[in-house]
């Protein structure tokens, strides 16, 4: 599935905690910062934290840009390392307030992930090894949406007494209007108790007329490391693909408020703006209800990567024109046939059926 080259695979171990790592997938001519990205794959220690205590180039620390096969590495060596782990985000009981707060996002386009093959094989890892707790099956013939919950869903910010001061107003009617065509799925960077817990608040895990396939968290999550803006992590969809055969590229579309995310899927993602500061912008806020709408039209279609999603509001916009004029057209048709009537009553000439309207108002 993926363009993994074994052969010269290093099959290096790491030695932290008293604990040992694997560390498949990194060959001789890959670079100590993608080692270090695959070291913090397997055990949570974030690279600029890590000290690999016997991987010296000329007495020193090997910089992130070397490559290995200058440091002569056996095939099956050992890496001893110290290192601690970022302790806040395996905080399960309150709402981690350290997560940057990011404003300025990625522009995909510009950035180019480097290492492919490792991402891929961390992708690979993801599917073989994430556990999913399927809350309800996938429906057959459906397609597949993957939201985020932070400034998505719910401005997690602000503060106030009750979960629904908070929600993105339309929350329930998007998401009960979405589950017509769409399976539903949730994926949050945080871990999954925090999910659990803002799911129940906000009502969306138990509500009457939608349900929520499954919810994914950070662990389900991969590191990867651009030149321009170093070590992040991303929500590549192929865990997804690779664990449900159903949903693919052609039958998926992920919404988030930051655009790294789907940065191995730019196809499938679709920008949202942020909600923030809830208290004063929900009156204005009609993000979920346009993009309601943006679903709709997508769910006729058979591959919705050939939608160029970050032109979604252009879409909706064209087909609440073709609507409007349609129904123009179609109040000035009754209009005429309403005048012929009168002119020449008895000719049999109805006024219009619900079919015609419900034609026109076809998404
Ligand atoms: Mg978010």
Same mark, same amino acid.
């Given at each position: ?12 171990? &790491? ?20 080692? %270090? ?7 949570? *220690?974030?690279?600029?934290?890590? %000290? ?7 007495? %020193? ?29 395996? /905080?399960?009981?309150?709402?981690? /307030? ?24 961390? *992708? ?14 996938? +429906? ?8 985020? #919950? ?6 997690? $910010? ?26 539903? &799925? ?8 925090? @999910? ?7 009502? *969306? ?12 968290? #950070? ?19 192929? *865990? ?11 039958? /998926?579309?992920? !919404?988030?408020? @930051? ?47 050939? !939608? ?9 916009? $064209?087909?609440?024109?073709? $609507?409007?004029?349609? +129904? ?8 005429? +046939?309403?005048?012929?009537? %009168? ?9 219009? /059926?619900?079919?015609? !309207? ?6």
């Amino acid at each position: 599935m993926f363009p993994i080259k074994m052969e010269d695979n290093l099959d290096l171990m &790491v030695k932290w905690n008293n604990k040992e790592f694997d560390i498949s997938y990194i060959r001789s001519n890959d670079c100590v910062g993608a080692l %270090k990205e695959l070291i913090f794959d397997v055990t949570g *220690v974030r690279p600029e934290r890590q %000290k690999l205590l016997n991987l010296k180039y000329e007495g %020193k620390m090997p910089k992130n840009e070397l490559k290995l096969s200058d440091l002569n590495l056996q095939k099956g060596f050992k890496i001893l390392m110290m290192g601690s782990l970022e302790k806040d985000i395996e /905080t399960a009981s309150t709402q981690p /307030t350290d997560l940057p707060e990011v404003v300025d996002d990625l522009d995909v386009e510009d950035v180019k992930l480097d290492n492919q093959e490792i991402h891929f094989a961390k *992708v690979q890892r993801r599917i073989k090894e994430y556990q999913i707790n399927i809350l309800n099956e996938p +429906r057959e013939g459906k397609k597949l949406l993957v939201l985020d #919950i932070d400034y998505t869903l719910f401005d997690h $910010r602000s503060v106030a007494e009750t979960g629904n001061e908070l929600m993105r107003p339309y929350l329930h009617e998007f998401l009960t209007d979405a589950y017509h065509n769409y399976d539903i &799925v949730i994926w949050s960077a945080t871990n999954m108790k925090w @999910i659990e817990e803002k799911m129940k608040l906000l009502g *969306v895990a138990s509500h009457s007329e939608y349900r929520i396939a499954f919810y994914l968290d #950070i662990h389900a999550m991969i590191s990867v490391h651009t030149p321009k803006y170093g070590l992040t992590q991303i929500k590549p969809l192929a *865990v997804i693909w690779g664990k449900f055969p159903c949903y693919t590229p052609a039958n /998926t579309i992920m !919404f988030d408020d @930051i655009r790294r995310n789907f940065m191995m899927n730019p196809r499938n993602g679709l920008r949202i703006r942020p909600f923030r500061k809830a208290h004063t912008n929900r009156a204005t806020d009609h993000e979920l209800l346009k993009l309601m709408k943006y679903l709709r039209k997508l769910a006729l279609y058979d591959d919705l990567t050939e !939608f160029n999603h970050h032109k979604w509001e252009k879409y909706v916009k $064209r087909r609440d024109e073709n $609507r409007k004029r349609k +129904r123009d057209e179609y109040s000035n048709d009754t209009r005429e +046939r309403r005048d012929d009537d %009168k002119n020449s009553s008895g000719d049999g000439r109805g006024a219009g /059926t619900s079919s015609d !309207f419900t034609e026109c108002t076809t998404p």
